[in-house]
């Protein structure tokens, strides 16, 4: 079992920023896992926010290239997601999540939202 437990989001200007972590523990599932933030909008699909191996190889969601910054401390198996430039369509619930070869966990969800 791997628990996530995420903090930071909240209410931004657009054109602000926020940053949120995701502590991941239980466990060695959760030192192995690929972590990441997922993201869903009312009346949307959950898309893929960006995602941190391990090893620090990222991939990002196309909405969110050149904004957004994943990063990693495996000290603390703790994520970042450093969100810039924040625009309203930026508005949903992250999510964190936790995925390896046969296990797939998710955290409780942040809201974040950007006012106009």
């Known amino acids: 079992q791997v628990q996530l437990v995420e903090s930071g989001g909240g209410l931004v200007q657009a054109g602000g920023s926020l940053r949120l972590s995701c502590a991941a523990s239980?466990?060695?599932?959760?030192?192995?896992?690929?972590l990441g933030w997922y993201r869903q909008a009312p009346g949307k699909q959950r898309e893929l926010v960006a995602a941190?191996?391990?090893?620090?190889?990222?991939n990002y969601g196309d909405s969110v290239k050149g904004r957004f910054t994943i990063s990693r401390d495996n000290a603390k198996n703790t994520i970042y997601l450093e969100m810039n430039s924040l625009k309203p369509e930026d508005t949903a619930v992250y999510y964190c999540?936790?995925?390896?070869?046969?296990?797939?966990?998710w955290g409780q969800g942040t809201q974040v939202t950007v006012s106009s």
């Open positions: 239980g466990n060695s599932f959760s030192i192995r896992s690929i």
């Open positions: 999540n936790a995925y390896g070869a046969d296990w797939n966990y």
């Open positions: 941190v191996s391990r090893g620090g190889s990222t």
